[in-house]
């Protein structure tokens, strides 16, 4: 039953094992550091938390595969599959304006992953090129490596 529902996915298997497992390490070392949501309860990572400090350290024109990424990830618009009135599609998915470069990258490999994770990566998008579900893991497993880097505490939390 795996194997069927992996043969499924509109990408290579492995690559998105990856990039889940990437993710996961990644929210996992900001939950063990000071990038949690503080209080009671289930421990969440503080997205906002971590841009914020990470936002004067992140220079993707540093890198050209960084670049690359950056700007495949932000100048492509991402979309999610999503119901507006009664129909599920495929839609636009909108960043606020005042998105910081690391805020605004953030928030699309956040939305990859949950596209990914529930479900969108089982369902063609006819406006999609047939290398776009790809492209998006790969670029967003480059801006994920870099910033894992950026803060050592979060570097060390990733590795151990």
Same mark, same amino acid.
């Given at each position: 039953m795996i194997s069927s529902a992996v043969s499924k996915l509109t990408v290579d298997p492995n690559l998105a094992i990856e990039f889940l497992a990437m #993710? %996961? !390490? #990644?929210e996992y070392a900001l939950k063990v550091t000071k990038f949690r949501m503080s209080g009671n309860g289930e421990a969440k990572a503080n997205w906002e938390t971590f841009v914020s400090e990470v936002e004067p350290l992140f220079d993707h024109k540093t890198d050209s595969s +960084? %670049? $690359?990424a950056f700007n495949y990830l932000t100048d492509q618009p991402l !979309? #999610? +599959? *999503?119901? @507006?009135? *009664? /129909? +599920?599609?495929?839609?636009? #998915?909108?960043l606020p304006a005042n998105s910081t470069d690391a805020d605004k990258v953030i !928030? &699309? &490999?956040k939305q990859v992953r949950h596209n990914l994770f529930h479900g969108g990566k089982f369902a063609h998008? %006819? @406006?999609a090129s047939k290398d776009r579900d790809t492209k998006l893991l790969k670029y967003g497993l480059? /801006? +994920? $490596?870099?910033m894992i880097q950026l803060i050592e505490e979060v570097k %060390?939390?990733?590795e151990h």
């Open positions: #993710f %996961s !390490r #990644f +960084l %670049s $690359e !979309r #999610f +599959l *999503g119901i @507006h009135g *009664g /129909v +599920l599609d495929w839609y636009e #998915f909108n !928030r &699309i &490999i998008d %006819s @406006h480059t /801006v +994920l $490596e870099n %060390s939390a990733y």
